[in-house]
């Protein structure tokens, strides 16, 4: 079975760049169809990036320009790329295997969460 593990994150100031990682361990995998949600104190979580089968992506309108996801199918690795952080970015960021067919919607599979924090 397929777990999903996090590297990256960390405390930028606002402005910032940061680079998350979420790579496929203990089983083969594509890496296609994986969303990024976040989830700041008292909020609930929300999606902000997905990378979908065939190469496609989309983005919460929040993180829009600013975040970009991509993959490495060799590496089996999907990464989101944040620039122009703000604190209002602050969050325990999670990845994970979204279910099929174009729902977005999570599946059981996620990433431990890493910790993102935009502070001056």
């Known amino acids: 079975q397929v777990q999903l593990v996090q590297s990256g994150g960390g405390m930028v100031p606002p402005g910032g760049s940061l680079k998350l990682a979420c790579s496929a361990s203990?089983?083969?995998?594509?890496?296609?169809?994986i969303g990024w949600f976040r989830q700041a104190p008292g909020k609930q979580r929300e999606l902000v990036a997905v990378y979908i089968r065939g190469g496609g992506t989309n983005y919460a309108d929040s993180v829009k320009g600013r975040f970009t996801v991509s993959r490495d199918a060799d590496k089996m690795t999907v990464y989101l790329q944040m620039h122009d952080l703000r604190p209002e970015d602050t969050a325990i960021y999670y990845c994970n295997q979204l279910l099929p067919y174009g729902t977005y919607l999570p599946g059981p599979t996620w990433g431990q969460g890493t910790q993102v924090t935009v502070s001056s």
């Open positions: 203990g089983s083969t995998s594509s890496m296609e169809n």
